[in-house]
């Protein structure tokens, strides 16, 4: 067998299965505290029943998830990719700790100040999602398309999971003196120890797979000039002029040339975020599930989303027409009518399923949008790429949390 070189066959295949395992945890990790905060939002209801946090604390987190995502695509050619994906799971940590801190600090009391607290901590989750999301996006989307499936993947899992793990914890507590607070607290410990697992995942084990050390040496001989510390994180030492920045399309000509792709992710989002999670939360009348009911339909979408995200993987139903992706993603805009009609004459049974179709959707559109539009550009550009469509689907998102205040029209506040 030939020995392995950094731009050999032998190298290209090593870890790579462990490689997606790894992507797939720190995709996991790139939305578990926020998904952490989705799903025990029975308790901050609980705790601030007048302020709409399932509402709030969205709307609060978009703005400086899509003001720093543009802020960071802008200057993604220029930017320490490593450490950006670092400070942002270090600050989920840290912003999970928060949680924790700010709950024995006011024993579990409601009022404007805590929520105010909570605020801030959702305003740093925005801050550190923009950081890993856009960056990990971009890094794996020069690298093996697998990976970048298993990112996404996980970003999905982390709301199964989340949504699993409080569905335990509320049972767990659900009889004893303050157990909806106690397994909050116990779900953010969990969510805070995930997020530690991943800043040691990142800086420890990922640089130094050999197929990622391949990818990032390709990336490099390709022009990248954001790789270099990568490369030295996993002993590789670039050579002079490997990493000069070489000719490449501008952000604003890759734009152009995908502008279907980051339209279609906008539309995505604005429709899954206008429903999910504030109408399914406080919108869709009491039904015999009682208190169980917001927990019960965040789960089942989460679960729904997870698998749409893998569903690509058998390719004869994979969707690669940049034609029927679009046309697919129009006619999901259906699923507007259909809830609200669902909420007001339907059963919790025909709302269940909606919502999974929901998840299921949104998982597989996001999967095959990601994995269809960096193909045929270098390195470079296709890092740049990537973080151009993420801030389109940060963008959507916000839009859709924004248009989700529309469905309390004639409710009152």
Not at 55 to 76: K, S
Not at 319 to 324: A, F, N, V
Not at 328 to 334: G, S
Request: hydrophobic content about 50%; overall charge positive; charged content about 10%.
């Amino acid at each position: 067998m030939a020995s392995p070189n950094p731009h050999g066959e032998p190298t290209r295949l090593q870890g790579k299965f462990l490689a997606v395992v790894v992507c797939w945890l720190l995709g996991n990790g790139c939305l578990f505290a926020w998904n952490s905060m989705l799903t025990i939002v029975d308790y901050y209801v609980h705790l601030f029943p007048s302020y709409h946090p399932s509402r709030v604390l969205t709307l609060v987190y978009q703005p400086f998830a899509v003001g720093t995502q543009a802020i960071l695509a802008y200057n993604e050619a220029r930017i320490n990719t490593r450490q950006r994906n670092l400070a942002g799971y270090i600050l989920f940590f840290i912003s999970c700790s928060m949680v924790l801190i700010l709950d024995l600090a006011t024993s579990g009391k409601g009022g404007l100040g805590t929520f105010i607290g909570i605020c801030v901590v959702s305003a740093a989750f925005g801050v550190a999602d923009a950081h890993v999301q856009g960056g990990m996006v971009g890094d794996l989307s020069y690298m093996a398309p697998e990976f970048i499936q298993s990112f996404l993947a996980g970003m999905a899992a982390s709301g199964a999971l989340t949504s699993a793990l409080r569905l335990i914890t509320k049972a767990a507590f659900e009889n004893s003196e303050n157990g909806l607070r106690n397994g909050a607290i116990t779900f953010f410990a969990i969510s805070a120890f995930f997020e530690m697992l991943c800043v040691i995942l990142y800086k420890y084990v990922f640089p130094k797979l050999p197929v990622i050390k391949y990818y990032r040496s390709k990336a490099a001989s390709e022009g990248s000039s954001t790789v270099s510390a990568d490369l030295a994180a996993g002993g590789i030492v670039t050579q002079p002029g490997q990493d000069k920045p070489q000719s490449r399309l501008s952000t604003k000509a890759l734009l152009m040339e995908n502008k279907d792709y980051a339209i279609g992710l906008f539309l995505i989002y604005i429709l899954t975020l206008s429903i999910f999670p504030g109408f399914l939360s406080e919108d869709t009348g009491t039904h015999s599930l009682g208190e169980w009911y917001a927990l019960v339909l965040i789960a089942m979408y989460n679960v729904a989303d997870l698998i749409g995200r893998y569903v690509p993987l058998y390719k004869p139903v994979k969707l690669e027409s940049r034609k029927g992706l679009m046309m697919t993603i129009l006619a999901r805009f259906a699923l507007v009518p259909a809830f609200y009609f669902t909420a007001k004459y339907g059963d919790q049974g025909w709302m269940i399923l909606l919502t999974s179709f929901l998840g299921l959707s949104n998982g597989y559109l996001t999967v095959c949008v990601l994995t269809a539009a960096p193909k045929g550009y270098k390195g470079p550009e296709q890092n740049a790429l990537g973080n151009v469509l993420v801030l389109f689907l940060a963008a959507g998102i916000f839009a859709g949390v924004t248009s989700g205040w529309l469905w309390l029209i004639g409710k009152g506040w």
